[in-house]
């Protein structure tokens, strides 16, 4: 087949098509935890604390990607039996296992490389992190995600394992309320995913997942509920504890909770009503109100912390 041919082009295509359907680039948007420390620390004018930031992020979704390698084997003959999950690249037939475990690898190699050039003590810490990360969510692939509760917590743990790393790449001190927030917040994401799974357990009669039968409505209701009210809460404290107004010389943070309570109502609304909570990340590309809503939160934070 000639390198110029139509038909090795359609084969290039499609081949590239079903690599990047494979290792997720959209849910890269998830790793931007990394970078709260740098945000929240007030270093974000800071050129050394942004390249490190930035490099965490890409060794941060190189990591992800090959865990979404590993996933995607592991379920391989379940994701045949699900109905929309049978169109994934490997499910499919379009990708073969050789190549994933291929992919796994190289993205796993890609990771390191990025990691490294972070810095030598940095590097290190920030490489600890990585690794616990990769580990732990090999783990939840190959057994721990057909726990309930289980599951919604490792999914939350790992994004504070995002801000962690990012804490350490850009020798910020994490606030204790941070830390929280971060593990409230997604956990009320996983909590409202979940539910999506209940959703659609209850109109089809099969569960997506082997641990769907031990979440009901009424369960997932209140713990959405809960988890929201709770985050709230733990912002407002960070946002007045005398540690961040010393930091930031404002004792005006507060204001952005506002911002807070639209977004946890939007998501409330989008997961109850319209029944669309199954891709936070997706949701977050396409809802403009939450968009608008992050957008003020940011705009409002960025002026009180670097202008006022």
């Not at 409230?184 to 996983?190: H, P, V």
């Not at 997506?208 to 404290?237: D, E, S």
Request: hydrophobic share 55%; proline share 3%; glycine share 4%.
């Amino acid at each position: 087949m000639a390198l110029t041919s139509p038909n090795f082009y359609n084969f290039y295509k499609f081949f590239m098509n079903n690599i990047l359907r494979l290792i997720r680039p959209q849910q890269w948007l998830k790793n931007v935890f990394v970078l709260l420390p740098m945000f929240f620390g007030g270093s974000l004018l800071d050129a050394g604390d942004i390249l490190a930031s930035l490099l965490t992020f890409v060794a941060y979704s190189f990591v992800a990607s090959s865990v979404y390698c590993f996933n995607d084997i592991n379920d391989l003959e379940a994701d045949r039996r699900h109905p929309v999950k049978r169109h994934r690249p490997i499910a499919s037939g379009a990708l073969s296992v050789r190549t994933a475990w291929l992919l796994m690898a190289l993205m796993l190699v890609l990771a390191a490389i990025t990691t490294a050039l972070i810095g030598d003590r940095h590097a290190m810490k920030v490489g600890g992190v990585l690794a616990f990360y990769y580990v732990m969510n090999l783990a939840y692939c190959a057994r721990l995600k057909q726990y309930a509760i289980v599951d919604v917590c490792i999914v939350a743990f790992g994004f504070v394992l995002r801000v962690l790393a990012g804490g350490f790449a850009t020798d910020v001190v994490l606030s204790k309320w941070l830390v929280l927030m971060t593990f409230l917040l997604t956990l009320f994401l996983s909590f409202a995913k979940r539910r999506d799974d209940v959703v659609r357990m209850n109109e089809t009669g099969e569960p997506p997942r082997k641990n769907t039968i031990r979440y009901n409505l009424t369960f997932i209701n209140q713990a959405i509920t809960v988890t929201a009210a709770v985050t709230l809460v733990c912002y407002i404290m960070y946002t007045v504890s005398p540690e961040v107004t010393a930091r930031f010389h404002s004792d005006m943070l507060y204001l952005t909770s506002v911002f807070v309570l639209l977004g946890l109502l939007r998501y409330m609304q989008i997961t109850v009503v319209d029944k669309k909570s199954g891709d936070p990340t997706k949701m977050m590309l396409s809802d403009r109100f939450t968009q608008l809503v992050v957008a003020a939160w940011a705009l409002t934070f960025v002026v009180l912390i670097y202008v006022v």
